[in-house]
Every structure is written in C-alpha cells, then in structure tokens.
C-alpha cells in the first residue's frame, strides 16, 4: 500500500470509531437501554448523566423499612435496600438549589414529582434495588426494578415508581 492509502484507511477507521462512540452515548441515554441495563438518566435542563449500577451502590447502600399497600394486596411491611434519592442527585453532580420540582420516570412512561423537601428528606425517598434481600428484577422478568422509587411517607404506594430510568431537576 502507498503513503495516500494507507492515510485514508487510518482517516476512515477514525471517522468510524468516532461515529460509533456516539451512537453509543445516543443508545445510553435511551429509556430502554437504560432499563435493560439498571442504568439511570438523571437530568438537570440540557444536561444529561448517565448511572450506572456500579455508581449508584457506591453511593453507600442503606436498609430501611417501608409498608408496601397496593390495591390488591394488604398492607405489609419489607426491608428495602437502596440510596436516599438526594445522595443519588448529588453524586450525577446536580443541583437542587433553586429547584423546585423532581420528576421520576418509569420505563413505562409512569410519572412521580416529588417536591424539593420530600426529596431533602433522607428518610422518606429512596432510590431501591432490592427488597427483603433479593435484587429488583426489570419489568420483563416480573419485577418492579431494577430500581423502585420509594416514598416511605405515603400511605400508599401509587407514588412509588416501579421501573426508575430517568430522574429530572426542575
Ligand atoms: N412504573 C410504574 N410504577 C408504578 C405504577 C405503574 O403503572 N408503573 N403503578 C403505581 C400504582 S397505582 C401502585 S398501587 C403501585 C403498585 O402497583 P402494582 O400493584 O401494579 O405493582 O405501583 C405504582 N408505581
Ligand atoms: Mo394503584
């Protein structure tokens, strides 16, 4: 091969490798992709940032107790395992000042808001992957993960988002 092909060859090889890399940071900040790989999408206006499983546990993981009561089932008690939602907020690197709103998404399409001080709350919002000490499955294998919304506070349980994907700051 002579010097000029050899130069085009390198040059496309670049111009591949960058187009890929950014379809993958496209495909991560898809719902979907972000389900099937317990990753969450936490925004703040246009910035988006992507956390993964590894992310969220080294947050520092925390039990706590809440009483699940859904319209079919009576109320009961279960041990979850998770972060508070503020510390996962933190650890993207957003802001809550000054914000008045967070609105949690489910693959589903199935929206929460919380306000500011629900969230502030470190005892009453968490970010769950596991209950009474088995991981949340997704949605496909009959689970309510791989990360459940949980707000101890409320009553009943219509608020706490199954399927968790995306976490926005308003
Ligand atoms: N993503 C998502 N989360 C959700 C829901 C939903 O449809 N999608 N339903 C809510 C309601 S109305 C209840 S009572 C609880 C428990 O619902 P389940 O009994 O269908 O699990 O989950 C809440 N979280
Ligand atoms: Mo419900």
Same mark, same amino acid.
């Given at each position: 091969?002579?010097?000029? #092909? ?5 040059? *496309? ?48 993981? $925390? ?5 699940? %009561? ?15 939602? #503020?510390? $996962?907020?933190?650890?993207?690197? *957003?802001?809550? %000042? ?9 693959? %589903? ?9 629900? $969230? *502030? %709350? ?11 000490? #088995? ?36």
């Amino acid at each position: 091969m002579d010097k000029n #092909k050899i130069k085009i060859t390198i040059g *496309l090889l670049i111009v591949i490798v960058g187009v890929f890399a950014f379809m993958n940071r496209e495909l991560m900040k898809e719902k979907g992709y972000a389900h099937e790989n317990a990753q969450v999408i936490l925004k703040e206006g246009d910035l988006e940032v992507v956390l993964n499983h590894e992310n969220i546990i080294n947050i520092g993981q $925390v039990h706590f107790t809440a009483i699940l %009561d859904t319209s079919t089932t009576d109320p009961e008690e279960h041990t979850y395992t998770g972060v508070p939602l #503020k510390k $996962v907020i933190e650890e993207a690197g *957003l802001s809550l %000042d000054k914000k008045e709103i967070v609105i949690v998404k489910g693959v %589903d399409g199935y929206t929460v808001a919380l306000s500011i001080e629900e $969230v *502030l %709350d470190e005892e009453n919002a968490f970010l769950a992957y596991a209950v009474d000490g #088995k991981a949340l499955k997704p949605k496909n294998r009959g689970g309510s993960g791989p990360y459940q919304l949980i707000v101890r506070k409320d009553q009943f349980s219509q608020r706490w988002c199954k399927f968790v994907v995306e976490i926005e700051v308003k």
